[in-house]
């Protein structure tokens, strides 16, 4: 898979490179069941119209750049996790555009002539609410329009659990009341966040989302192995501890796996 970061000072030499591609769009921060069915969808066009699969997200978060960072939105996963699993799922082109101030203020119109037309793709598949352009005016109504009728568009509607649509915003408020038991449901697997434990404590790595304070069965992994464990994440100070012994064949890089929340945890545990 090819990863190419994007933005207004190289867009023309990717212009001159590019190839036909259907590409799927959205931000897709934590690859949930709703934004695997869009990258599907967009697999399965792409094998269709014999072309390259392409991806394309913004960096930073839209909503951070809009708000003037006065909105910091807490991401699910890095650009490492997110790449990997877009190669697993047969993707050919991650672009990563830069979401500054300037590529906010595009026209939908141009968007769609700088972004898509200009970087070859022949159909574009996106959840239902995707916006594009200035204020978010552009949607996939228009967007064949937006194209000069070059580019065919698939709309997938919202994927739902429950009756509630599977968002990155609805596993972000889980993980912050500390439901982690439900995400499966609707990442497809448990929560996973990449840390250090150097033998005395935790640094969780940046780009992930801690759940809220209290305590959880997790299971600590790395290439050496794996333990089944329980883990408190306090309110201030250290921010998750565990709390039995840790092999040692788990220090330096590992794995948090979130299984579920156990309840009952003595308030002074959480503040001390």
Same mark, same amino acid.
């Given at each position: 898979?090819?990863?190419?970061?994007?933005?207004?000072?190289?867009?023309?030499?990717?212009?001159?490179?590019?190839?036909?591609?259907?590409?799927?769009?959205?931000?897709?921060?934590?690859?949930?069941?709703?934004?695997?069915?869009?990258?599907?969808?967009?697999?399965?066009?792409?094998?269709?119209?014999?072309?390259?699969?392409?991806?394309?997200?913004?960096?930073?978060?839209?909503?951070?750049?809009?708000?003037?960072?006065?909105?910091?939105?807490?991401?699910?996963?890095?650009?490492?996790?997110?790449?990997?699993?877009?190669?697993?799922?047969?993707?050919?082109?991650?672009?990563?555009?830069?979401?500054?101030?300037?590529?906010?203020?595009?026209?939908?119109?141009?968007?769609?002539?700088?972004?898509?037309?200009?970087?070859?793709?022949?159909?574009?598949?996106?959840?239902?609410?995707?916006?594009?352009?200035?204020?978010?005016?552009?949607?996939?109504?228009?967007?064949?329009?937006?194209?000069?009728?070059?580019?065919?568009?698939?709309?997938?509607?919202?994927?739902?659990?429950?009756?509630?649509?599977?968002?990155?915003?609805?596993?972000?408020? @889980?993980?912050? +009341?500390? #439901?982690? /038991?439900?995400?499966?449901?609707?990442? %497809?697997?448990?929560?996973?966040?990449?840390? *250090?434990?150097?033998?005395?404590?935790?640094?969780?790595?940046?780009?992930?989302?801690?759940?809220?304070?209290?305590?959880?069965?997790?299971?600590?992994?790395? @290439?050496?192995? +794996?333990? #089944?464990? /329980?883990?408190?994440?306090?309110?201030? %100070?250290?921010?998750?501890?565990?709390?039995? *012994?840790?092999?040692?064949?788990?220090?330096?890089?590992?794995?948090i796996i979130w299984q579920r929340q156990i309840q009952g945890v003595p308030k002074k545990q959480l503040i001390s």
């Amino acid at each position: 898979m090819e990863i190419i970061h994007l933005n207004h000072s190289n867009l023309a030499e990717w212009q001159g490179k590019a190839r036909p591609n259907v590409m799927a769009l959205g931000c897709f921060d934590g690859l949930h069941h709703g934004h695997c069915k869009v990258i599907d969808t967009a697999y399965q066009k792409a094998k269709e119209k014999q072309a390259g699969l392409a991806v394309m997200s913004f960096f930073p978060h839209p909503r951070t750049v809009i708000s003037g960072g006065k909105m910091q939105v807490q991401y699910l996963m890095p650009l490492a996790d997110k790449q990997e699993k877009l190669r697993k799922m047969g993707v050919d082109t991650f672009y990563i555009v830069e979401f500054d101030q300037e590529f906010a203020a595009l026209p939908p119109k141009e968007f769609v002539g700088q972004y898509l037309n200009g970087l070859g793709v022949v159909h574009a598949v996106a959840g239902f609410d995707f916006s594009y352009g200035s204020r978010g005016a552009g949607n996939l109504d228009r967007l064949k329009q937006d194209s000069d009728g070059q580019i065919d568009v698939t709309k997938v509607e919202k994927v739902e659990w429950r009756g509630e649509k599977i968002s990155s915003t609805c596993i972000r408020e @889980r993980l912050l +009341s500390g #439901k982690v /038991e439900e995400l499966p449901d609707l990442l %497809g697997q448990f929560y996973e966040t990449q840390c *250090k434990w150097n033998e005395e404590g935790f640094t969780l790595s940046p780009y992930y989302t801690l759940p809220a304070p209290g305590r959880y069965a997790v299971i600590l992994k790395n @290439r050496s192995g +794996s333990v #089944k464990t /329980e883990v408190i994440v306090m309110h201030k %100070g250290v921010d998750i501890y565990c709390t039995g *012994k840790i092999p040692s064949f788990l220090k330096g890089k590992i794995s948090i796996i979130w299984q579920r929340q156990i309840q009952g945890v003595p308030k002074k545990q959480l503040i001390s």
